[in-house]
DNA sequence: CCATTAATATTACAAGTGTAAACGGTAATT
DNA sequence: AATTACCGTTTACACTTGTAATATTAATGG
């Protein structure tokens, strides 16, 4: 059983509503889901359901309904589902990867300038810890 | 019928192959598969049709076997793939996906180095051709 | 020309996904 | 107390995917 279950891309977008806010119930779930999404009710509760078994999250009973929290971090699920796509479409190489959306204009230049800040500070960074 | 065809992770492997080299035979897309991927002929044949139907590919005979070659660019389908993962983990913000990369010590230092002189170049070339 | 063989095409089958409806139990309402 | 309304659980069903085995067709060697 690997640590990390493999997440459909609808159960993602429960996902992220159950990072956002949780412990949180079906219902909320429901409510908080991005606008164009029209699933009904019963289908959200069967994502709910196989994320259950995924061991993707959890819950406590509270009366009447239940309250969902994730069992796996967000973080780790990121990580996993960038190693996936990685693989699968880079044969792993993530600098090929990030070449690829800056050169192919997926960035805004205000994004491409925020880029810049943040490779800077890496730059920085590594000259304050010189081989770290 | 969109334009480019949803391809699954085991067809990425065939499509990889025919990209690389088109025309090219089944018994040669076989011989190209990476070493680690070890399926029989037949599972390659199945992974071929699958991609024949979704007009992913298409074959000229010669003589007993078939030529394939892609009728969909790679560039496209890398293009769309990035899409699909932008949207279903990152919520389509493509410098938080980038930045996460940098972040979570996926390139190298020589690989952000690499970076940095693309995102240089770019940026002098968008001085050149001012808002363009 | 016909049998052999090699390559493609069809069929198989279980697990995962998208999309719900039906069922069942418990709490709230009449 | 009986009924309804809600919420979670089970069942459904078609399509995709991974992984092949089997069937069919066409080319080639005799």
Redesign the pocket.
Known sequence: MQRIP?I????WEIMKVIWRSNPI???QIVLQLPADIE??D??V???I??L?KKNAIGFEKS????HYYPLVSEQECVRAESQSFLKRVFGGAADLMVTNFLEDGHLSDKEIEQLQRILMEKQEKKERHPKT
């Open positions: 493999k459909s891309e609808s159960e119930t079906a219902e699933w009904s019963q289908t509760r069967t994502f359901n196989r259950l009366g009447r309904s239940y």
